[in-house]
T-cell receptor, first 112, second 116 residues
Framework: GQSLEQPSEVTAVEGAIVQINCTYQTSGFYGLSWYQQHDGGAPTFLSYNGLDGLEETGRFSSFLSRSDSYGYLLLQELQMKDSASYFCAVSPFYTGGFKTIFGAGTRLFVKA | GAVVSQHPSRVICKSGTSVKIECRSLDFQATTMFWYRQFPKQSLMLMATSNEGSKATYEQGVEKDKFLINHASLTLSTLTVTSAHPEDSSFYIC????????????FGSGTRLTVV
């Protein structure tokens, strides 16, 4: 089975950098994804790591280390609008990659 | 980019009635769509996988007779909550993907169901 763990809440100030970690126990997956969800809204895709290493997309970067069963999402130059929930997710091998399993989510609060 | 439209966004129904939620892929064909349920401040829990032209695949613990899924075309999947009860009140979200990548799913805007 799959288990993804994230911190429940993170607070940071505007302009700062914040890292949201995701540790997992899994029998194998195609890659680690990150989604953002504002309250009452739909999740939106942010980033994907199919291979180990760092992927950068604007202010957001994501990292994966399969040997450490660990990944993170890095948000730079934080803005108030970044206050949202962030979910890591995997598509496990046993589903043929068809299903996405989500972590519990991390609520990010950005303060002025 | 890919767009998934979900309706209604909010619905209030009486206990014992049924509610239908629609999920449409607007600019791509989706042979597979997914239905999730989300309680406040919690994660998205996969309920079922909707397959065009065949029966849906339900996750363990999800009552298939209560949550009826129909995927009649390549752009439309529906979730019907039958004989709804207050404990069915939740946020229901569908998703689909364009192409065959294992990531980058597009989600509908969600439906807030309240059963009174």
């Amino acid at each position: 089975g799959q288990s993804l763990e994230q911190p429940s809440e993170v607070t940071a100030v505007e302009g700062a950098i914040v890292q949201i970690n995701c540790t997992y126990q899994t029998s194998g997956f195609y890659g680690l994804s990150w989604y953002q969800q504002h309250d009452g809204g739909a999740p939106t895709f942010l980033s994907y790591n199919g291979l180990d290493g760092l992927e950068e997309t604007g202010r957001f970067s994501s990292f994966l280390s399969r040997s450490d069963s660990y990944g993170y999402l890095l948000l730079q130059e934080l803005q108030m609008k970044d206050s949202a929930s962030y979910f890591c997710a995997v598509s496990p091998f046993y589903t043929g990659g068809f299903k996405t399993i989500f972590g519990a989510g991390t609520r990010l609060f950005v303060k002025a | 980019g890919a767009v998934v439209s979900q309706h209604p966004s909010r619905v209030i129904c009486k206990s014992g009635t049924s509610v239908k939620i629609e999920c449409r892929s607007l600019d791509f064909q989706a042979t597979t769509m997914f239905w999730y349920r989300q309680f406040p401040k919690q994660s998205l829990m996969l309920m079922a996988t909707s397959n065009e032209g065949s029966k849906a695949t339900y996750e363990q613990g999800v009552e298939k007779d209560k949550f009826l899924i129909n995927h009649a075309s390549l752009t439309l999947s529906t979730l019907t909550v039958t004989s709804a009860h207050p404990e069915d009140s939740s946020f229901y979200i569908c998703s689909a993907r364009e192409g065959t990548d294992f990531y980058g799913y597009t989600f509908g805007s969600g439906t807030r169901l309240t059963v009174v």
